[in-house]
Every structure is written in C-alpha cells, then in structure tokens.
C-alpha cells in the first residue's frame, strides 16, 4: 500500500509541475533612426530672412535667442529620425513639428513643418555670437 501512495505521489506531483518554459529570445535590435537635431546652438532663418538662434539642451528643453543674444524664448523640445518637436513655455502655444532634410557637408540642413506652411533653414553653430556669421 505505502508503494502505492508512494507511485500516485510521484504520478500527481509529475502530472502536476510545469514543463521548463522554453527559452524566450531575445527581440531583435530595433535600430533607432538617428535624431535630425541635437543638443547644442543653431542658427534658424525663416523664409524672410530673418536670422535667431535656439539652443538645445540635453535635458530635452531649449531657448530661443535673437541675434543680440537676448532670449526669445523658451520650452520642450524631442528629436526622432527626421522629425523634431518643439513644445514652447505656456499653455497658448502648441507644439509644432518639423520634418529635416538631410544635412550638407556645413550641416545645414532646412526643417519644414507638419503642415508645410513654415520652412527653416537650419545651421549648427558655436553660441550666440555666431548668428549671422558666414559658416
């Protein structure tokens, strides 16, 4: 009889456990494109021709300067792949996206928004006292 509990336990508990869970494969790399913007100082000229200045910092916000260095601005701003986002202070303006061409040998590059209705060439620079410097 105790050779009977004995099988019927080990049948029981055999039934019972799980098989190992098969090895899970690690995902496949997703290569993440590179960001059109970076952290640093860039000139902007929209399609007037009027020059200012941004600088990105690498906590995600940034600030709008004029040529006389003065700030102009200020908010949030993400980079993925061609696309930038820009999110200014306040709860009055919205965010706006632009889409980045491909950089020449300088950098510069042109951003157009979203919507197509605004245009910026875009220019990385030292600080400040380049806006409007020839490259």
Do not use: H
């Amino acid at each position: 009889m105790k050779k009977l509990v004995v099988c019927l336990s080990v049948a029981v508990l055999a039934a019972c456990s799980q098989p190992d869970a098969p090895a899970e494969e690690a995902p496949a790399a997703v290569e993440t494109p590179s960001a059109a913007v970076t952290p640093g100082f860039y000139e902007t000229m929209n399609s007037e021709g009027t020059l200012g200045g941004a600088q990105l910092m690498e906590d995600g916000s940034y600030r709008l300067f004029g040529r006389d260095g003065n700030d102009t601005g200020n908010g949030t701003w993400t980079s993925v792949g061609k696309r930038s986002c820009f999110d200014p202070a306040g709860d009055d303006s919205p965010e706006i996206c632009y889409t980045s061409s491909e950089p020449d040998e300088s950098g510069r590059f042109d951003a157009t928004s979203e919507s197509g209705d605004l245009r910026i060439t875009v220019r990385p620079i030292g600080g400040p006292e380049e806006i409007g410097s020839q490259p």
